[in-house]
């Protein structure tokens, strides 16, 4: 898309508005938007996205299909919901006066549907940045965001995706609505896997024992301070895996990812099964932690695989 054009349509998408004829046909908004600019010789590109800037107008209606009209769509609906909800007129059980929620599941549908990889907290904050400084709206960026991911929880729901599946991947906080989408597909290929429900099990347990403790957990395994069969074997596999893992994460190919991830099986099982993590000797314990705590930041960086129902 061009930037110039999307930003020239940004200008000018509300100012039929202003005009008598949809003054008295409302339901001309944006479509008359698109005749004027045309007819006062503004490129065909910024004319479209003055018009499509507002769909999706209604569960199930079509998206913008230009990019300027994508990036106008996004963009009016979260200066909408930041500087509603930095006002604190924000949708109520039953009130939703502004059709907030409408915007909001306009934004998921947009970033998902048409696979654009924005982060919604870093859009929220240019959004809040508009603002005159007596509103402080960048105080509602947190709230907005959380609002959205539960429109985008109901989105999942609506298609049929289980809860847990959802709400392992929103327990990371992710930002990026693209992001989410590819987790979660991960997650129900990972879940039919024969691994699954042993390691969602040893991810609950690490998450627990991690939970429990008040000490100190160093950043590294130290492999000299292993002592075990088991914690050597699992540290020398993870290290191993984690080369192939990593990149596969940086790249969102999470997958992949998680079927490599799901090649520790027999060594977490093991590791569980022989080894003492609360060791009575202080650096024993402690390195034994910091391979769990490894090991479940890896998971994380996709899902929190604890939260998985059996």
């Known amino acids: 898309g061009n930037a110039a054009h999307a930003e020239r349509a940004a200008r000018l998408c509300k100012c039929d508005l202003l005009t008598s004829m949809v003054h008295e046909f409302p339901e001309l908004q944006g479509i008359m938007g698109r005749y004027y600019a045309a007819n006062d010789g503004e490129p065909d590109s910024v004319s479209t996205a003055i018009e499509e800037h507002y769909r999706p107008r209604f569960a199930g209606d079509d998206l913008p299909i230009s990019h300027e009209g994508q990036a106008l769509a996004i963009a009016d609906r979260l200066d909408s919901l930041v500087g509603i909800f930095a006002i604190g007129q924000q949708p109520t059980g039953v009130k939703d006066p502004f059709a907030l929620r409408r915007a909001a599941l306009g934004v998921v549908r947009l970033c998902i549907e048409k696979e654009l990889d924005v982060d919604l907290e870093?859009?929220?904050?240019?959004?809040?940045?508009?603002?005159?400084?007596?509103?402080?709206?960048?105080?509602?960026?947190?709230?907005?965001?959380?609002?959205?991911?539960?429109?985008?929880?109901?989105?999942?729901?609506?298609s049929g995706i289980r809860v847990d599946l959802i709400d392992a991947v929103l327990a990371t906080r992710p930002t990026r609505l693209l992001d989410v989408d590819r987790r979660l597909q991960a997650c129900q290929v990972f879940r039919k896997l024969p691994e699954a429900e042993s390691l969602a099990a040893a991810n609950k347990r690490i998450a627990n024992i991690l939970k429990k403790t008040d000490q100190r957990i160093p950043d590294q395994v130290d492999n000299g301070r292993l002592?075990?069969?088991?914690e050597?074997?699992?540290?020398?596999?993870?290290?191993?895996?984690?080369?192939?893992?990593?990149?596969?994460?940086?790249?969102?190919?999470?997958?992949?990812?998680?079927?490599?991830?799901?090649?520790?099986?027999?060594?977490?099982?093991?590791?569980?099964?022989?080894?003492?993590?609360?060791?009575?000797?202080?650096?024993?314990?402690?390195?034994?932690?910091?391979?769990?705590?490894?090991?479940?930041?890896?998971?994380?960086?996709?899902?929190?695989?604890?939260?998985?129902?059996?």
């Open 232 to 310: 050597k074997q699992l540290a020398r596999q993870l290290e191993k895996i984690s080369t192939v893992v990593v990149p596969l994460m940086d790249a969102g190919d999470y997958t992949p990812a998680l079927k490599q991830l799901a090649g520790l099986r027999k060594n977490v099982d093991a590791f569980f099964d022989q080894v003492m993590v609360m060791a009575e000797d202080d650096s024993l314990r402690a390195n034994r932690l910091a391979l769990l705590q490894n090991l479940s930041k890896l998971f994380l960086r996709v899902a929190d695989l604890s939260r998985l129902q059996s």
């Open 122 to 158: 870093v859009l929220l904050n240019i959004a809040a940045a508009g603002f005159d400084k007596s509103l402080d709206a960048s105080s509602a960026t947190g709230t907005v965001i959380s609002y959205v991911m539960d429109r985008l929880r109901a989105y999942y729901q609506d």
């Open 227 to 230: 002592v075990d069969k088991a």
